[in-house]
């Protein structure tokens, strides 16, 4: 493929609800990372993965979120009990690797709506 | 914790005039720092990237970027703009030995009059 993807590209649901979003990231990139971006802010760390365990997850504000990258390639992010704050973009980037620092490819972002 | 701040929300230039963004972070040790652009519709973009060597950095259509680091500081510029650099632009930077993840400031949307 030739950039990252993101599914679905808009998702609407229900205050109290499960969503799933899933990242394709560039083929070949090991490490991959998802951030979170509210209108009119730059976009903000959730989570990264190198390969297939999650490297640093200290950007998830709490245990409603999860994601998962069981093959090292295709991730999913997975909020339970969605409330409305949850609402923002979530964007996908993948790259290289992490080390030395290199570019991070981003997607074109899942818009969640929580009503 | 660390930041990143970007000193303009929104920026509004006529076509020709010279840009100037400016991108302050706030850590004292190594740096990795970026520059991204998001044009209406589209996806984060790298415009430019210094890791090292000389200060200034050059990247695409005609950006570039100056590392000062007793100022803390990664400005942008463009000596002339364009109607279609209107785009919200986004420094970022990565600390060395702290963590892979950017750290990306605010943002600065600019409009660039016809």
């Known amino acids: 493929g030739a950039g990252v993807s993101q599914t679905p590209s808009n998702k609407v649901t229900e205050k109290g609800k499960y969503v799933e979003l899933r990242c394709d990231p560039i083929s070949g990139h090991t490490a991959l990372y998802w951030y979170r971006q509210s209108l009119g802010q730059g976009p903000e760390f959730l989570i990264y993965f190198q390969g297939t365990g999650a490297a640093d997850d200290s950007g998830l504000p709490n245990d409603r979120f999860f994601a998962v990258r069981p093959e090292g390639s295709v991730s999913t992010l997975k909020i339970q009990r969605t409330e409305r704050g949850d609402s923002a973009v979530y964007l996908c980037?993948?790259?290289?690797?992490?080390?030395?620092?290199?570019?991070?490819?981003f997607g074109p972002g899942t818009r969640l709506t929580v009503t | 914790a660390q930041s990143v701040s970007q000193h303009n929300h929104h920026v509004i230039l006529s076509e020709a005039a010279s840009l100037e963004l400016g991108c302050n972070y706030s850590y004292g040790g190594t740096v990795n720092l970026f520059w991204y652009v998001q044009y209406p519709g589209q996806h984060l973009q790298l415009l430019l990237k210094y890791f090292s060597g000389d200060p200034l950095v050059k990247g695409i259509k005609g950006f570039e970027a100056e590392f000062i680091k007793s100022k803390f500081s990664f400005n942008l510029r463009k000596p002339s703009v364009q109607w279609s650099d209107t785009a919200e632009y986004f420094c970022?930077?990565?600390?060395?030995?702290?963590?892979?993840?950017?750290?990306f400031g605010p943002g600065t949307r600019l409009s660039v009059l016809p």
């Open positions: 970022a930077v990565i600390i060395d030995n702290y963590g892979q993840n950017f750290v």
């Open positions: 980037a993948s790259s290289q690797g992490t080390f030395p620092p290199y570019e991070q490819y």
